[in-house]
């Protein structure tokens, strides 16, 4: 093969290197601007607080796509807390957050108690009383200088769910369009304030 030929196939081939190492950048930025206008339009959306149709609270919020290190600059707090947990960032996957406030105003009636004071020997009477609703115990008594003792307990549990919110043209449904996360809390008396969702990605 004369030296001529070499020259081209060799030249060619660096053609072929370089667009396909070009194609691969593009591709790479076309994917970082995606997410970046993703983070955009979650970071424009509050977190939305809303019932369900059996009136539990619900929190409904988009996917944040964050490197590690946009996370230790941006969420000190939460990262923070992770440190707290022993848990390296560049190990992070998805980290959840939902905010919640429990109220439940009790209305119930006291009864008399008697108890016995060990300190002077002597029996007291106690106003008492007692609530449950099967998601809120609460217990208590008032002795006579007006001083109250109460047990509160209150049981919850969250679920999670992360899923993909498709494009739409007219009727038809196809891609994704964004990751979106919803928070549902199963207590009726607590209301969930906010929510964040977090997937870690590298770059």
């Known amino acids: 093969m004369s030296d001529d030929k070499k020259t081209i196939l060799l030249l060619l081939a660096a053609l072929i290197a370089g667009c396909v190492i070009s194609c ?3 591709g790479k930025l076309g994917r970082e601007c995606e997410r970046l206008g993703s983070n955009q339009q979650a970071l424009l959306k509050e977190c939305d607080t809303l019932r369900t149709a059996n009136g539990k609270s619900m929190a409904r919020v988009l996917e944040l796509e964050l490197t590690a290190s946009e996370f230790e600059e941006h969420c000190t707090e939460l990262e923070r807390q992770v440190h707290e947990l022993g848990i390296k960032n560049k190990r ?6 939902a905010g919640s406030r429990t109220e439940l105003r009790i209305d119930t009636i006291t009864k008399d108690s008697i108890v016995y004071l060990q300190a002077d020997g002597r029996q007291d009477t106690l106003k008492c009383w007692e609530f449950d609703d099967g998601w809120v115990q609460a217990s208590g008594c008032i002795n006579k200088a007006g001083r109250l003792q109460a047990e509160f ?3 919850d549990t969250l679920l999670v769910l992360a899923h993909r919110v498709p494009k739409r043209f007219l009727f038809f449904r196809f891609g994704c369009k964004y990751i979106e996360l919803d928070c549902t809390t199963s207590n009726p008396h607590t209301r969930l304030t906010t929510a964040k969702y977090i997937k870690f990605v590298k770059k």
């Open 24 to 26: 691969w950048y593009i």
């Open 92 to 97: 992070l996957e998805h980290l959840v957050q």
């Open 153 to 155: 307990t209150s049981n």
